[in-house]
């Protein structure tokens, strides 16, 4: 069974951009917090951002901070990562996906995958230098 669907990676040069998107054919994921991960060859998955159910409140990883935005729209099921001033460091396998319960974001954010029982497939990003 499909959850998440993610799509728009590609191969982009440094310094360029790309926005990836997450879809949810068959239910809705509109009240859960959303997530995207990230995973290079050799390393483990780690956290990007989160977004809450709402859409009003984000959290991002330091190593993206400034760089991605992440945003979603309930009304079409979606949930999106934009990336601009790419870096090599940035090539992974960028995954989404949808938090076990609603967080209060004022106080916490979800950022381990344990938080998290929905997953994409995964898209992969590779930036070159």
């Known amino acids: 069974q499909v959850q998440l669907v993610e799509s728009g990676g590609g191969l982009v040069q440094a310094g360029g951009s790309l926005r990836l998107s997450c879809a949810a054919p068959?239910?809705?994921?509109?009240?859960?917090?959303m997530g995207w991960f990230r995973q290079a060859p050799g390393k483990e998955r780690g956290f990007v951002a989160a977004v809450s159910w709402s859409g009003g409140t984000a959290d991002y990883a330091d190593s993206v901070k400034g760089r991605f935005a992440i945003s979603r729209d309930n009304a079409k099921n979606t949930v999106y990562l934009q990336m601009n001033s790419l870096k090599p460091e940035d090539t992974a396998v960028y995954y989404c996906a949808a938090a076990r319960r609603r967080y209060g974001f004022t106080w916490y954010a979800p950022r381990t995958s344990g938080e998290y029982g929905y997953w994409g497939q995964g898209t992969q990003v590779t930036v070159s230098s």
């Open positions: 068959g239910r809705t994921f509109s009240d859960n917090d």
